[in-house]
């Protein structure tokens, strides 16, 4: 069975910095591309950024410079850094498996980040 | 940078058809995704493709994509299909994935 499991987030002061974290098992995690989709309060679903299996990495131009997507594919684990963070980042941030020919099949239950002074 | 458009709400009656609309320019030519989202819980895929199911999910749900919109159809509604329906596609232009406003589905 395939999971997802975020973790590290919390409440942190504008201007802050978290390091999220994905452990995926059930699946080769080394073959898959891998995302950050986020989902702000009373908001919709917001891609965050997507990095493959040989770390080709996009990100959505509202975290590009602040937020940096990585991998471990010997832990079966993804990263997410977040820094300078604002209060419009607040949100609920899922990882989820997929890309290119493949959807994002796969989603974990989500860890909440909170920015507030 | 591509803009998916989709009605903030939908209602429907149990038993009846609830359709979703997902706009884009020229949206037919690409690959739409549809994902629901209940509180509290991990977006699921329902539609991927255009109109692929993924394994586990009722053949109640349906989808195409023509023209400058994409439509996620489900049939014979039941009260547990209520949540929030989100499109989604890769644009080439951005390198980026979009998703749709997202659409909240209430069953009366």
């Known amino acids: 069975e395939v999971q997802l499991v975020e973790s590290g987030g919390g409440l942190v002061k504008p201007g802050g910095s978290l390091r999220l974290s994905c452990a995926a098992s059930?699946?080769?995690?080394?073959?898959?591309?891998m995302n950050w989709v986020r989902q702000a309060p009373g908001k919709g679903l917001e891609w965050v950024s997507s990095i493959s299996s040989s770390n080709y990495i996009f990100y959505a131009d509202s975290v590009k410079g602040r937020f940096t997507i990585s991998r471990d594919n010997a832990k079966n684990s993804l990263f997410l850094q977040v820094n300078s963070l604002r209060a419009e980042d607040t949100a609920v941030y899922f990882c989820a498996r997929g890309g290119g020919a493949v959807p994002f099949d796969s989603w974990g239950q989500g860890t909440l980040v909170t920015v507030s002074s | 940078s591509y803009v998916l458009t989709q009605p903030p709400s939908v209602s429907v009656a149990p038993g009846k058809t609830a359709r979703i609309t997902c706009g884009g320019d020229n949206i037919g030519s690409k690959s739409v995704h549809w994902f629901q989202l209940k509180p509290g819980q991990a977006p699921v895929l329902v539609i991927f493709d255009g109109n692929n199911r993924p394994s586990g999910i009722p053949e109640r749900f349906s989808g195409s994509n023509s023209g400058n919109t994409a439509t996620l159809t489900i049939s014979r509604v039941e009260a547990g299909d209520e949540a929030d329906y989100y499109c989604q596609l890769w644009d080439n232009s951005s390198d980026h994935w979009v998703f749709g406003g997202g659409t909240e589905l209430t069953v009366l």
């Open positions: 059930g699946f080769t995690f080394s073959n898959y591309i």
